[in-house]
C-alpha cells in the first residue's frame, strides 16, 4: 500500500482542483518572493481562493520548492505519501504498545487500505498532513495519560498546534 501511494504520487503532477488553487497556488506566491508577502492577505485575495487558510501546507510545498530548486509540481507531491507513511508508522508503534506485534501489524495493515487515507496520501490535499498531526497528538497524549512522561504532553502539544496551523476545518 505504500508503495503503492508513492507510485501514484508521481504517476502526475499535482491536478486535483483545491490541491492547485488553494495550496500549490500560496506556494508559488511565496518560493517565488522567497518569502510570505507583507501584503499577502490583501493583495492576493482576489487571485488566490480561501486566503484566510492555514499555511503549513503551502509552507511546506514552498520549502519543497525551494529544496529542489524549481517549481516542480510532480516531485513536490514526495510529502504526501511520507505523511501517509509517518501516520501508519505512528499508528503501529502506539497500538504495539498495548498488543502484539501480530495484532498491531493487522490493525496497520487494516488502516493503511483504507481508500480514502490512501488517497490522502497522494493527492495534494492537507487532509493527511491534518491526519498525521491530529493522529500524533491524539496518541501522545494517550501516552502521556499512561506513562506520565513530559516529553509525550510536549509532543502532543507540538502536533495540536501543527494541527491548528494545517486546516481551518
Known amino acids: 500500500q505504500v508503495l503503492y501511494a508513492f507510485f501514484r504520487a508521481f504517476a502526475k503532477p499535482l491536478e486535483a482542483y483545491d490541491a492547485v488553487a488553494i495550496y500549490a497556488l500560496k506556494a508559488k506566491i511565496f518560493y517565488i518572493a522567497k518569502s510570505i508577502p507583507q501584503d499577502f492577505f490583501t493583495a492576493f485575495k482576489d487571485l488566490v481562493p480561501h486566503i484566510e487558510y492555514p499555511l503549513l501546507l503551502p509552507l ?24 501517509y507513511t509517518g501516520s501508519l508508522i505512528i499508528f503501529y508503534f502506539v497500538i504495539k504498545r498495548y498488543s502484539e506485534r501480530k495484532i498491531s501489524l493487522l490493525f496497520t495493515f487494516l488502516l493503511a487500505t483504507i481508500p480514502q487515507l490512501n488517497e490522502y496520501g497522494t493527492n495534494g490535499y492537507a487532509d493527511i498532513l491534518l491526519t498525521f498531526n491530529y493522529s500524533a497528538s491524539f496518541f501522545y497524549i494517550l501516552l502521556w495519560m499512561k506513562l506520565h512522561e513530559g516529553r509525550f504532553l510536549a509532543l502532543s502539544l507540538i502536533f495540536s498546534i501543527l494541527s491548528i496551523w494545517t486546516k481551518s476545518e
Not at 60 to 83: C, Q, R, W
Open 60 to 83: 511546506a510545498e514552498a520549502y519543497t520548492y525551494a529544496s529542489l530548486g524549481s517549481l516542480n509540481d510532480l516531485l513536490v507531491k514526495i510529502m504526501f505519501p511520507i505523511y
